[in-house]
């Protein structure tokens, strides 16, 4: 997904994961299909009504549908974290559920790891 004018993107930090036939040096971004398609279209205008958003909103998610770097722009967005906009097919109310999950997992992960080594000792 493309960024807003005022920002930057930052690549350093999106997993180098590369599906076969593509450039193994080009960003991932180069690819996406988004490129092609109005920004407006992604990120919400000031004050816009609930209906227009979630219409438009469901239009960028059919963009990143079929997108053949979605899952590597949707990891830029959970990374970095990208505060707005529609990336990798995901709103940012979403992208905040899924963060907080990941970081529930983590946190079970981490006591279990460490029952088993207090069991284990």
Do not use: N
């Not at 493309?2 to 930090?13: F, G, R, W, Y």
């Not at 991932?28 to 490129?35: G, K, L, S």
Request: glycine share 6%.
């Amino acid at each position: 997904m493309l960024q807003p004018p005022h920002s930057s993107l930052q690549v350093a930090a999106v997993p180098s994961q590369r599906g076969p036939g593509r450039d193994q040096d080009a960003p991932w971004h180069t690819e996406a299909v988004c490129r092609r398609d109005e920004a407006g279209l992604f990120f919400a205008p000031s004050k816009e009504p609930t209906a227009a958003r979630l219409s438009r909103e469901e239009a960028a998610k059919r963009v990143c549908a079929r997108c053949p770097v979605m899952v590597e722009c949707r990891e830029h967005a959970l990374v970095q974290p990208e505060p707005y906009g529609v990336w990798g097919g995901l709103t940012a109310a979403e992208r905040r559920v899924v963060l907080a999950r990941r970081r529930r997992r983590d946190v079970e992960l981490k006591k279990a790891a460490s029952a088993t080594i207090a069991a284990a000792g």
